[in-house]
């Protein structure tokens, strides 16, 4: 047996543990796609998804995506150096004219679009400052350029959404410029970015720059879903922006937003925009539809995920749960241990509704919870459903008491 094998099966010794006692959560297959699916043949309100506005499933989404493969089928080839179509050009267009920024470039994922800019972006004379509860592709992304031989960036951290913590960063700094890395809505917490305050120290330094990830708070801030730039007037404050297609716009893919140079550099330069294949045509022609409908109708349609949040979060309150730091659609339901939140994660499952444990490592022992995303798409009978399985199962297990469980039995 080599060292591979001999890791592997050291590392997975607490998810097979989980396995055996029935309670491990991770990889259920959907056998149809949609907020409601059906998981093992019964029917299942999906409350984990990040279909904020419930777009994906749409009659005219679905058909636009048959209509690109007849014309494209599902893949072009090769990278988009050489399999860029009209339909990709088109997009990008329109997002950025949509956005309100110079020019746009899709990228085959949201999580390739942030590593990508940073590493070309960042170089041996910018320190990246990240707050500490920065999503995994900006960790990723501010690591490889990290690696990056005789070029690298400094790294540094601060205290999450804080302004101090910032001013403090950039004073003690050792490169001259510097790339914050911020995000509009921080998926695991639920909460937004402290921006007006964090911007304020940032526009004091000179050689500093904002990078927002706003894949979270694109089609859910803002009256019309163009996210947190939109909800507080901050146009011209941050110069690139970075989102996805795998929330709001019903796929895969990721956004690049900023001034044409910048865009025209990164495309130039991003080794995960020229080395990894093109977009399928038929995730552009959904994205593309769903973008008809936030031009026609994305008042009304954020307005009415707005609404569901306020319901969700009054019935979760009301009777007694902790939602953390949320104050948007994300609500982690924090269960503070994790044979709490696996047990009520399989509970909840097995009565018809789906909230995802997120456990350490990645969240802090003590900080365990139940992923819960109100949608746009899910019924006031589907809010109403969950809430009152979570009161049940929140008493049984010890989530609403506070109690601990007792220790559970070893596996034979």
Same mark, same amino acid.
């Given at each position: 047996m080599s060292w591979i094998q001999d890791k592997s099966r050291a590392g997975l010794e607490r998810i097979r543990e989980a396995q055996e006692k029935q309670v491990y959560p991770y990889f259920r297959a959907f056998e149809s796609g949609g907020l409601h699916t059906t998981i093992d043949g019964k029917p299942v309100v999906?409350?984990?998804?990040?279909?904020?506005?419930?777009?994906?499933?749409?009659?005219?989404?679905?058909?636009?995506?048959?209509?690109?493969?007849?014309?494209?089928?599902?893949?072009?080839?090769?990278?988009?150096?050489?399999?860029?179509?009209t339909a990709h050009v088109e997009l990008e267009e329109r997002l950025a004219a949509w956005f309100g920024f110079e020019k746009c470039l899709v990228f085959t994922t949201g999580y390739q679009a942030m590593v990508g800019t940073i590493m070309a972006l960042a170089d041996r004379d910018t320190t990246l400052v990240l707050d500490s509860l920065s999503h995994a592709c900006i960790l990723d992304g501010t690591f490889a350029a990290a690696g990056t031989p005789r070029n690298g960036p400094e790294i540094r951290f601060f205290n999450h959404n804080s302004?101090?913590?910032?001013?403090?960063?950039?004073g003690k700094r050792e490169r001259e410029k510097a790339m914050i890395l911020l995000e509009g809505i921080?998926?695991?917490?639920?909460?937004?970015?402290?921006?007006?305050?964090?911007?304020?120290?940032a526009e004091a330094d000179e050689k500093a720059v904002v990078v927002c990830d706003d894949a979270h708070g694109t089609g859910t801030l803002g009256k019309g879903g163009r996210g947190i730039i939109e909800k507080y007037g901050l146009e011209g404050r941050i110069p690139v922006v970075?989102?996805?297609?795998?929330?709001?716009?019903?796929?895969?893919?990721?956004?690049?937003?900023?001034?044409?140079?910048?865009?025209d550099f990164v495309k130039h330069q991003a080794r995960s925009f020229l080395f990894s294949a093109s977009l399928p045509v038929p995730v552009v022609a959904a994205a593309s539809t769903i973008l008809d409908m936030l031009e026609?109708? =994305? /008042? %009304? !349609?954020?307005?009415?995920?707005?609404?569901?949040?306020?319901?969700?979060?009054?019935g979760l309150t009301d009777l007694g749960f902790d939602l953390g730091l949320s104050d948007t659609h994300i609500m982690p339901v924090m269960c503070r241990e994790e044979r709490k939140a696996?047990?009520?994660?399989?509970?909840?499952?097995e009565s018809g509704v789906?909230?995802?444990?997120?456990?350490?490592?990645?969240?802090k022992r003590g900080e365990e919870r139940l992923r819960l995303n109100v949608t746009r798409g899910h019924s006031k009978e589907d809010i109403d459903q969950a809430v009152?399985?979570?009161?049940?199962?929140?008493?049984?297990?010890?989530?609403?008491? =506070? /109690? %601990? !469980?007792e220790p559970l039995p070893a596996a034979e």
């Open positions: 999906n409350f984990s998804s990040n279909d904020y506005l419930g777009l994906t499933t749409h009659p005219k989404v679905k058909e636009a995506s048959i209509e690109a493969v007849k014309k494209f089928s599902c893949g072009l080839g090769s990278s988009r150096v050489q399999a860029t179509t302004p101090r913590a910032l001013k403090r960063v950039l921080y998926s695991l917490d639920g909460d937004e970015a402290r921006i007006h305050d964090l911007l304020e120290v970075i989102s996805t297609f795998s929330k709001t716009f019903g796929g895969i893919g990721g956004i690049l937003l900023g001034d044409a140079e910048t865009v026609d109708h =994305g /008042e %009304e !349609l954020v307005a009415e995920l707005h609404d569901k949040s306020a319901y969700m979060r009054k696996l047990f009520t994660h399989v509970a909840m499952l789906m909230m995802v444990p997120i456990t350490y490592p990645a969240v009152e399985l979570l009161g049940v199962y929140g008493n049984a297990f010890f989530v609403l008491g =506070g /109690e %601990e !469980l």
